[in-house]
């Protein structure tokens, strides 16, 4: 049975829906990514589910029980916000061992628990340390100490790495998770950041326009999103519109593609995914496996990434398609012609062909 079970919520403000009877499971000890644009719903959701919000209609069970006959602060959920909501008058110590403080719990006990968790986010020597005086990465390490100080039973981040530059951003979320999983708290993580969804989460819930769309691991997401709109919104861009023939190959205006393994022939139209490390650059006069799919075209972008590059490359026919290559691919003029061969293992038929494909 799961940990955490949501069934059905909707929420509507001023006439709009803000979440449209969104349901899901989360097993103990697993990390949820709500994944979306701004203003999907995703942070409406984890505020119903702290309490901070009543649906409309729908349920939430925690453990097998209705979390509706318990007010927020009974349901011993931990919450850590965008904004961290620091206590500035307090220093690192004061915050860390604030829910503690209103647990009530004894002052040894107190002291031994706050000093755990400041040696696990690595804060043990900035324990006196104002909070003002704090970098950005620090402050949101204090933040996430003083959620998981009161050993909550959930734990909901809410955009907590937002607010950080890149490089730090990507260096904390290693760190996050390697925290999470240290300590074993189920938790719930709003990001409208796809590398953040990736690298933190178990399971990811897309969630577009109030709706989970998709949820599945970071994995299958990726590789199987499971329509135009879940690909769009994860950055994928190769998407072509084409139809089987008799054989069970797929039609297309750049090319015939064969696919692995075969699909059986169906009379609608269907859109394929070309992935984004499916392509390789062919050598002058090289010939490529049997069944791979070859196109020609200029390069109209090349950007070094640091351990590859992004290729934008425009075929005869208008259609754009976008590589990542590794970093002996280069470099490319622009407007250089080149051939691509496409491993057919790295092209997917779209589930559900929602939304629309060139």
Known sequence: ??????????????????????????????ILCLLGPSGCGKTTL????????????????F????????????????????????????????NVSFGLRMQKLAPAEIARRTDEVLDLMGLKDFAHRNVSELSGGERSRVALARSLAPRPRLLLLDEPLAALDRALRERLMIDLKAILKNVGVTTIFVTHDQAEAFAVADVIAVIIEGR???????ERLYRNPANVTVARFLGLQNLIAGTFDSEGDVVT???????????????DQVVLLIEPDAARILGPGERPGVNTLVVSGL???????????????????GTT???????????????????????????????????SAP
């Open 63 to 94: 453990a097998g029980e209705d979390m509706a006959r318990l007010d927020p602060h009974l349901r011993r959920f931990g919450m850590m916000f965008q904004e961290y909501a620091l206590f500035p008058h307090k220093d690192v110590r004061g």
């Open 321 to 355: 398609l976008v590589f990542d290559l590794p970093d002996d691919a280069g470099p490319l003029a622009f407007n250089q012609e080149i051939r691509l061969a496409i491993d057919p293992a790295g092209v997917v038929v779209m589930g559900d062909t929602a939304g």
């Open 253 to 267: 205006g750049i090319g015939v593609f064969h696919l692995v393994p075969p699909a059986p022939p169906r009379d």
């Open 299 to 317: 390069v109209k972008n090349f950007l070094f990434r640091g351990k590859s590059y992004t290729l934008e490359m425009t075929l005869a026919a």
């Open 1 to 30: 049975m799961a940990l955490l079970r949501a069934t059905g919520i909707t929420k509507t403000y001023y006439g709009q829906k803000a979440l449209d009877r969104v349901s899901f499971d989360l097993e103990d000890g697993h």
């Open 212 to 218: 989970i769309v998709q949820i599945d691991s970071p």
């Open 46 to 61: 984890l505020r119903i589910i702290a309490g901070l919000e009543t649906p409309d209609s729908g349920q939430v069970l």
